[in-house]
């Protein structure tokens, strides 16, 4: 699919101009630590996919298409499972770099079921990972090759790294975000990305001071009324 063609296909959303429900589960611009203790940004503009179909028709690169990112599993919240559903745009630059991989490995690279974009309301969405910004990748299988020995992970795992130094591999080992024993994991750190057609002058707004769902906006509606009763 050319460049027009998947602007056309995928819209571009400021995640602050979603519902409330959905602002509250991609929690756009919010901070989150990493298991080291360092903050980091979430994202806040991300692809709108109106439905599986666009999802299936989508190709971000020559052998990646947007589906493959998006597959996701029962942890995923039942919200964002449900289309139009919401990827960060920085999942673009995630693609280009799999296809170089893809290249380098020489052989097509699978991405496991929810190995792409999994959001911070993930049931195993603790620290941040950047799974959470688009920009990894959990891989099960390249060419005809199950990664689950020492032996392929580290094979895979220094061709990724040779590809650029901007791609990152968890080391072959057993302790679940700091290793891999069954999958190799790529990925390109804490990339935000700002496509083209957003306007930067709008500020972020305030979420302190903004309710997150109906219901609470409701409920200090009814707290004032109580106040100024008993007042009276
Ligand atoms: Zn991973």
Redesign the pocket.
Known sequence: MSREESEQGLKVVDAFDLDDELRSLLKPGEMLRDEQGRRHRLPRYFYEIASHEIALATSLTAHFGLNEFILGDLKEAARLQQYPRYIPCAVRMLAFYLEQFRAAAGASVHIAVN?GYRSPSHKLSQNA???MWGT???IYRIGSTILRTKEAIEKYNEIAEDVSDEIHV?PYGPIT?KN?DD?V???LGYITLIPREISEDRMEQPQESRPRFAFEERRRKERRAAAVENEG
């Open positions: 190995g990972s950047s799974h990894a990748a959990d968890l975000d891999a999958h994991h790529l990925d």
